[in-house]
């Protein structure tokens, strides 16, 4: 399954921040020392009795974008995770990927490009 695949790559690399939100609402959890495990539909991030963790389901997630968006003093990249009405269900942050004068970290974007490369920019479940 190419949402677990994903997934399990993604909570290896260190300074991602996983944001779910909505109108109300908006949870954040960092990558750092996240398990993965598999049950039915249902693909958990963390540990049950951790304080933070989250529940996806897997049969509701219909497409996955790798995202580069310019913003006026630097790129953000992002992996979005979409359902059915293209609302998104999960985002998947790259942090630290400039250094304090505003330099590329260019180790990081190779991280960005590889795991797009691997998947491709823009895949439909």
């Known amino acids: 399954m190419v949402l677990y695949q994903i997934l399990s790559d993604l909570i290896k690399i260190e300074d991602l921040l996983f944001v779910v939100k909505n109108s109300s609402a908006t949870s954040e959890i960092r990558s750092k020392s ?3 495990k598999k049950h039915e539909k249902w693909i958990t991030l963390g540990k049950n009795d951790d304080p933070a963790h989250m529940h996806i389901n897997s049969e509701m997630v ?3 974008e790798f ?3 310019k913003k006026p ?4 990249f992002s992996v979005s995770f979409f359902d059915n009405n293209n609302d998104r269900v999960l985002a998947v942050f790259f942090t630290k ?3 304090e004068q505003k330099n590329l970290n260019k180790f990081r974007k190779k991280i960005f ?6 998947y ?3 895949i439909l479940l």
């Not at 490009?113 to 691997?118: R, T, Y």
């Open 62 to 64: 219909k497409s996955i």
């Open 120 to 122: 491709g920019s823009s």
């Open 97 to 99: 990927m400039y250094d």
């Open 67 to 69: 995202i580069q968006e």
């Open 73 to 76: 003093e630097r790129t953000s």
């Open 34 to 36: 996240l398990s993965i």
């Open 113 to 118: 490009d590889d795991l797009s490369k691997k």
